[in-house]
């Protein structure tokens, strides 16, 4: 669907839902709202419903709090009668979980855009691609191009955390020159780039930073040295009051490394393990993945078994990583 489609669609129809992933990311929730902004300034009637919570660290990107946590008593019956099903930044249906019957069922105009791989052909409707950084660069590219409203400081705060973050501040593969031209847009119109870095990455509860210190004492490298895993046991959870989400990103620490290209986190479950994986370049980690009954993408990937011990699976994961290397 082109951009002028889009916007055709949007003036034409009056009642939006939109909706993101599982777990949702600051892309995810920025681009949500940003254009919860824009078909506000529509005076379209929009509602903004999600699977998941918003997590506690992006709450501050829904300052009119607009977010509603699904609940098919209340939601299915406003979804019925909307005319317009978006999701944003994600292009599977399942990705949605609870609401994703609400989305199968939903018979009028749906909209996927987003910018991950291999969108599912369930949508036909699809905006942006995989030459877009961040699904909150889509939405940029929509209301320069299509000028369907002007951009205000509202929309622009979502749309530099969408961005900031997909491109990891700014250093992933697909930070062009452009986004830098966009966000300092962005910053002309009131975004302060310090405020929102601190309010998403610097909000961490001392326990998840104590349960890094102990990851990070584990620290090893495999015998070529281009392979470093940690691990972490249940155990120091329960001890530190961390959670299992507090782990994120505590696997890119082994990438951080000189020399090193692959980064395994080995992390224990109270019913089995779980795996994150990391590389650079063109090693597949997924392949690895794939493996031990998980999957990913190239230099991205995990896994996660049940009932079975973690320590009997550590040799022969780094053993097969190793194989990889050297393909
Ligand atoms: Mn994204």
Known sequence: MTFVELKKTIERN??????????????????????YYLLTELNKEVRVIN???TPYNLRFLDFDSVIEKYDPVIHDSVIAEADTYV??????????VSMEKSLLNFTKTKICIDHHENPDPFFVNMVG?????????????F????????LNYKIAYQLYAAIMTDTGSFRFDRTSAKIHI???ELLTLGVDPTEVYDKIYDQSNLAKIKLLGEALTTLKLTK???????????ESLERLGAVEDDVDGFVNYCLSIKGILVGILFFELKDGFKMSMRSKGKIPVNKLANEFDGGGHRNAAGSRLFKVKMKDYIKPVLERAEFYLNQ
Do not use: Q, W
């Not at 995989?130 to 939405?139: K, P």
């Not at 070529?224 to 249940?234: H, L, Q």
């Open 224 to 234: 070529s040295k281009k392979i470093a895993y940690m691990t972490i046991r249940n």
């Open 182 to 184: 966009l966000i300092a």
């Open 87 to 96: 999701i944003l930044d994600l292009s599977t249906p399942n990705r949605i």
């Open 143 to 150: 209301i320069k191009k299509s000028k369907i409203v002007e």
């Open 129 to 141: 691609g995989t030459s877009y950084s961040a699904t909150g660069e889509i939405i940029y590219d």
């Open 51 to 53: 699977h998941n919570e």
């Open 14 to 35: 009056k009642r939006f839902i939109l909706s993101t992933h599982v777990n949702p990311d600051a892309d995810a929730i920025g681009s949500e709202l940003a254009f």
